[in-house]
């Protein structure tokens, strides 16, 4: 009896199959609420930040590709245009340094498929690196543990652990050490996104010359209200509870986003903020019909050039397919 015939036919199937990939997604965020305290040596503000992951999600494949290929990026999607896909985008820098981490090679063709608005305060480039980071470790077979890929997430950008975790959660530091939230139920909210991206330093900054005199102490009793209300998943108290310290900083460089929260208001939303640093604007509905309403009301009255809508909290960054 001879193999050589099923042999053959094997390895003509092998040859034809497609490299080993592995599709991750990982969330944006808004901030349901944001208190910064004034700059620090270091070049960061200190800020308390409730976060909550919300259903719009990024999602990155990774492809394997020959030894010695180094990173490759492509960018689908919405606003795509606007992301660059060299190594100065957050997912290339992920893989990068995921790679230098584990000591493999940094060869893996990278895919992007954007589903968070860009350059929006909603922590799109940041999923894009926690959605990187967890393709990356599954394709390579690294087994990075969750604590040490947490590390590796901050030394990437603020948001970057957040979008990691997922779910809602209270971060301190520079919003990048984390504790989980309880929370109850889902909330429904609506987003009116600017094609116009605004920049998180610019925002920073222009909170800097509001020259605010920020409490040197930023703690998150104040925000007692907001906890209880992620607890109970009463929507209406957590809608009078969001606060976001960086909305007038915002509103002073974009002062059309004023209008953009009339809206929201005007259209019985139970609360509406900047999300972030801007320039989205999140709005906190009754329900998902009365969410595609306000989205509505945004889109009649010209307020924003696109709308979303998506329920909160959602999951962290995890591997779909493989
Ligand atoms: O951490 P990340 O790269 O996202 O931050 C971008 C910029 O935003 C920082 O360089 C800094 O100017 C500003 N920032 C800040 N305080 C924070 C987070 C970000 O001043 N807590």
Known sequence: MTFAGPLRGYGARLAAAPP????????????LALRVGPLGDDGYHPLVSVFQAVALFEEVTATQVPPGTGITLTVDGPQSAAVPTDATNLAWRAAELLATHTGVEPDVALHVRKGVPVAGGMAGGSADAAATLVACDT????????????EIAAALGSDVPFCVLGHTAVGTGRGHLLTPAMTRGEFHWAFAASDRGLP?????????SLARTASPVVGIEEDTALMQALRAGDPAALGAALHNDLQE????????????VEIAREAGALGAIVSGSGPTVAALARSRPHALA???????EGAADTVWTATGPAHGARVVAS
């Open 249 to 260: 900083a915002a509103l002073s460089v974009r002062p059309e986003l004023a209008r953009t």
């Open 294 to 300: 306000i989205a509505a009301t945004w889109t009649a």
């Open 20 to 31: 080993p990939s592995v599709r991750a997604r990982a969330p944006g965020k808004v901030n």
């Open 139 to 150: 394709l390579w077979e690294t087994g990075v543990p969750r604590a040490d890929l947490a």
């Open 200 to 208: 998180t330093p610019q925002v920073y900054a222009a909170f800097d």
